[in-house]
């Protein structure tokens, strides 16, 4: 089975810190993701990286940034945290889309900014 | 662009009662479509999917049938539990593209 393993569950910062989100897939997946689930929106794409080292911006970046060093991990970077950023994130990964690859999330990573 | 609308929620239902919620997508070229399910305060999981027209995805129970047609993917169960209890998100993804789309998600209810 795929895991996908996102390594804080329950995160509470405050206002101005750094925060560090780690994501781990142990199936060789190229692509991996990072989204933000808030109610009533679904889900929102921050970041996706198609490689080692290789990221685009996705929906909603502004406030984010995100680190690849190695296939298997995927870190989202928030630089100065703001009270707008409490969500619920969600990390993800997949082969290369070339015939409807399943989508696989982490359990997610609740992170309260106060 | 390419998009995913969902039945708003919540649905509640009895126990042992037919569910269906809706699903239709607009979509460049042909997408695979899914749905997801996420129980209260996990990730989301794959319930079931398919890849072309007609194919009809199917687990534990849950059914869905792609309609080309009428660009609809419409989750069903003819008897659903308490366990099934959760958030349902329908999703897209085309062909050489990463961006997977997915609808705001439909809360399902079920007493017992």
């Known amino acids: 089975d795929v895991k996908v393993t996102q390594s804080s569950r329950y995160l509470v910062k405050r206002t101005g810190e750094k925060v560090f989100l780690e994501c781990v897939q142990d199936m060789d997946h190229e692509n991996m993701f990072w989204y933000r689930q808030d109610p009533g929106l679904g889900l929102r794409l921050i970041y996706f990286s198609y490689d080692v080292k290789m990221k685009e911006k996705g929906d909603i970046p502004e406030g984010y940034s995100v680190s690849r060093e190695k296939k298997e991990r995927f870190s989202l970077i928030l630089e100065s945290a703001s009270t707008n950023q409490t969500s619920m994130y969600l990390c993800?990964?997949?082969?290369?889309?070339?015939?409807?690859?399943?989508?696989?999330f982490g359990e997610g990573s609740w992170l309260t900014v106060v | 662009g390419n998009s995913v609308t969902q039945m708003e929620g919540p649905v509640t239902l009895s126990e042992e009662a037919f569910l269906t919620i809706n699903c239709t997508y607009t979509a460049t070229g042909y997408p695979s479509l899914f749905w997801y399910v996420q129980y209260p305060g996990e990730g989301l999981q794959l319930l079931l999917k398919?890849?072309?027209?007609?194919d009809k995805g199917s687990n534990k129970g849950f059914e869905a049938t792609y309609r080309k047609e009428t660009t609809s993917f419409h989750l069903e169960k003819g008897s659903v539990q308490v366990s099934d209890s959760a958030v349902y998100f329908c999703a897209l993804v085309t062909s050489g593209t990463y961006k997977y789309i997915f609808g705001t998600g439909t809360r399902l209810k079920v007493l017992a």
């Open positions: 398919a890849t072309k027209a007609d």
């Open positions: 993800a990964s997949t082969l290369p889309n070339t015939a409807g690859n399943t989508i696989y």
